[in-house]
Nanobody
């Protein structure tokens, strides 16, 4: 059984930083591209950032480029999302997900975590 468990969400003021982590189990971790998505109330779940199997090629949505960074540790089966210069519009539930391919579409991701709430106040 594949499990992805996010942690590290919380409340922060605009301009602040948060680090989200995702612990994976039940899969051959380095065989999967890992992605982060987010969903704000009343909105579609959207791609935030992802990282390739080896962890050398992160890629991002334009809305977070330069502020967020994705990394992974294949020895620990974890993927991390560093979020800096947070804005109120970054408020959402953040999800990690696993895909066989480098992708930005939700439908390309096979496994999902339960999500962690991030709230940014102005």
């Amino acid at each position: 059984q594949v499990n992805l468990v996010e942690s590290g969400g919380g409340a922060v003021q605009a301009g602040g930083s948060l680090v989200l982590s995702c612990a994976a189990s039940g899969l051959v971790f380095n065989s999967y591209v890992m992605g982060w998505f987010r969903q704000a109330p009343g909105q579609e779940r959207e791609f935030v950032g992802g990282i390739d199997w080896a962890g050398i090629g992160p890629y991002y949505a334009d809305s977070v480029k330069g502020r967020f960074a994705v990394s992974r540790d294949n020895a620990e089966n974890t993927v991390t999302l560093h979020m800096n210069s947070l804005r109120p519009e970054d408020t959402a539930v953040y999800y990690c997900a696993a895909s066989r391919i480098i992708a930005r579409e939700r439908s390309d991701y096979l496994y999902w975590g339960q999500g962690t709430q991030v709230t940014v106040s102005s």
